[in-house]
């Protein structure tokens, strides 16, 4: 996206708890971030996610966040 500074990632997981009789529930993220600085790897995000089904680890959660990619 943008010339390779900015990336898009959908994360969505299932999550099977065997302990406790087995109960399913599921979590959906999506990741956008932009890279600042192509040279020295400097790149934010913005991480917003949902949590789905009736033994949902969350209702809803959201990172920021800054990486340091050394290539």
Same mark, same amino acid.
């Given at each position: ?32 971030? &932009?890279?600042?600085? !192509? @040279?020295? +790897?400097?790149?934010?995000?913005? *991480? ?9 680890? &969350?209702?809803?959660? !959201? @990172?920021? +966040?800054?990486?340091?990619?050394? *290539?």
């Amino acid at each position: 996206m943008a010339g390779g500074r900015n990336w898009l990632i959908v994360d969505p997981q299932v999550i099977v708890d065997h302990e406790a009789d087995s109960n399913v529930c599921a979590t959906f993220e999506v990741e956008w971030g &932009y890279m600042m600085v !192509l @040279e020295s +790897g400097i790149s934010t995000y913005f *991480r917003p996610g949902i949590g789905l089904g009736s033994d949902k680890l &969350y209702d809803w959660n !959201l @990172e920021v +966040g800054l990486k340091f990619v050394w *290539r």
